[in-house]
Nanobody
């Protein structure tokens, strides 16, 4: 069992940057693959980025590749999403997710955070 708490969302102008953090409870954080999803109003939740347990393998959706960076600090039980060159279409609720499987964390993770709002103004 792992509990996830996101932070770092907010309002930013287009072209700006934000860094989301997700703090995880439990002693086994280092064994979980982690991911970030987002859901915009009226749209389905989509996978944005994921990272394996070691941090050695990452995945990005095409829409954010080159602008977003996922990373983790296993000593701090935290995963991050650095978001640069933000666009209005990045506006969404961003969710942190965890799963024991690097593949499943991208599509149907077992654990979810409560979400944090990111709003990008034009």
């Amino acid at each position: 069992q792992v509990q996830l708490v996101e932070s770092g969302g907010g309002l930013v102008q287009a072209g700006g940057s934000l860094r989301l953090s997700c703090a995880a409870s439990g002693r086994t954080f280092g064994s979980y693959a982690m991911g970030w999803f987002r859901q915009a109003p009226g749209k389905e939740r989509e996978s944005v980025a994921s990272i394996d347990w070691s941090g050695g393998s990452t995945y990005y959706a095409a829409s954010v590749k080159g602008r977003f960076t996922i990373s983790r600090d296993n000593a701090k039980n935290t995963v991050y999403l650095q978001m640069n060159s933000l666009k209005p279409e990045d506006t969404a609720v961003y969710y942190c997710a965890a799963d024991g499987s690097t593949l499943r964390v991208r599509v149907r993770p077992n654990y979810w955070g409560q979400g944090t709002q990111v709003t990008v103004s034009s």
